[in-house]
């Protein structure tokens, strides 16, 4: 039987902007319950702006940008702008 030695890891643009988003929804998730002590609802700037987070930069209309700007303001830690910069740092590589 041969060994997989030779093999090479490859990643492409799909997976990872994929695995980058799986991040952000993480950190959006458990910053929601460590601020709220629940799920989102409607009233919560993190859970509203779960689609616009997922969202290529370019993409977003002015009503999206507000969300995000107001989830960003609701995370005492930054942890959430964190990881929406890293996700679009990775967009662009």
Known sequence: MREA???????????LIRRANQALTEVRCRRQQEMSRHGGRKRDPLWAARRELL???ERLTE???ER?????AADPYDELEAAW???ETLRDV
Do not use: C, M, N, Y
């Open 85 to 87: 910069v890293l996700k």
């Open 68 to 72: 995000i700007r107001r989830a960003f």
């Open 5 to 15: 030695t030779s093999a090479q890891v490859v990643l492409d643009r799909f997976h």
């Open 55 to 57: 969202r290529a930069w």
């Open 63 to 65: 009503r999206g940008w």
